[in-house]
């Protein structure tokens, strides 16, 4: 059995209102995550910490020898010498890179350096009912545990490494949750399409999506740039199709 885990790791938030966003994306993936379309996490696979302590974070990240793992950083964030930064709480501020999980095969995707706009996008997480223009054959929807060994079986045939992802290039801004707003987007849109059966999407293939679609998405809405990237050549599993 493959043991796997994602660390949704919300830092500092300057305000109330931040708050508020934070943690309504921080749930946009764990609710994400927790669905067959995000390789059916269990609830105790599934860590939300919440402005945790370095001490805490040295203690326990990297002690559970994993199979798989992915985190995700949603927070205030910066770039110093080429190294990234993440305001952890109020009086720490970390590179997410020193929180590598014990595994061989893992996803940091790091949500960082934003700024608040008025705008608040919305992540539709629904499963929806496909329609078919042409006709077709309606299969039945995979079951969690039908998810779940199609998402681990793909883990065991990856390759190891490690991928960062990021919502943006250095000296830029991530502006409004865009990026994540992009990311979980495309992720459910793949996951909801009928002519996929057993299928996985990869990591990388969705980083190419989310990609030019915030680019758009940004430059549209704010007149402005955010380009995400990403390090590492990896296709681990980030979502299953539906049927």
């Not at 302590?53 to 949603?74: A, P, R, T």
């Not at 608040?120 to 545990?145: C, H, Q, T, W, Y």
Request: charged share 20%.
């Amino acid at each position: 059995m493959i043991k796997r885990k994602v660390f949704i790791i919300k830092g500092f938030s300057k305000s109330t209102e931040e708050r508020i966003l934070d943690e309504n994306f921080a749930n946009s993936y764990i609710d994400f995550f927790k669905l067959c379309a995000g390789g059916a996490y269990t609830l105790d696979e599934v860590v939300y910490l919440s402005e945790p302590s370095y001490s805490y974070l040295k203690e326990n990240i990297y002690n559970e020898k994993l199979d798989y793992g992915i985190i995700v950083y949603i927070g205030h964030g910066a770039n110093q010498q080429n190294n990234q930064l993440f305001q952890l709480n109020a009086e720490e501020i970390i590179k997410p890179g020193q929180f590598t999980l014990n595994t061989e095969k893992q996803i940091i995707i790091l949500e960082s350096c934003r700024v608040l706009a008025q705008f608040i996008p919305f992540v539709d997480l629904s499963d929806k009912i496909p329609a078919f223009e042409k006709g077709g054959i309606l299969r039945n929807a995979l079951e969690l545990e039908q998810s779940r060994e199609i998402y681990d079986s793909h883990i065991k045939r990856c390759a190891e490494g490690i991928m960062i992802c990021y919502a943006c290039r250095i000296g830029e801004e991530a502006y409004s949750f865009m990026f994540s707003k992009m990311f979980l987007q495309h992720a459910i849109n793949w996951h909801l399409d009928s002519s996929r059966h057993c299928a996985i999407l990869p990591i990388d293939e969705l980083m190419r999506l989310t990609l030019q679609s915030t680019v758009v998405a940004v430059q549209q809405k704010f007149g402005l740039l955010q380009w995400p990237e990403s390090s590492g050549k990896t296709n681990f599993p980030i979502a299953v199709s539906k049927f």
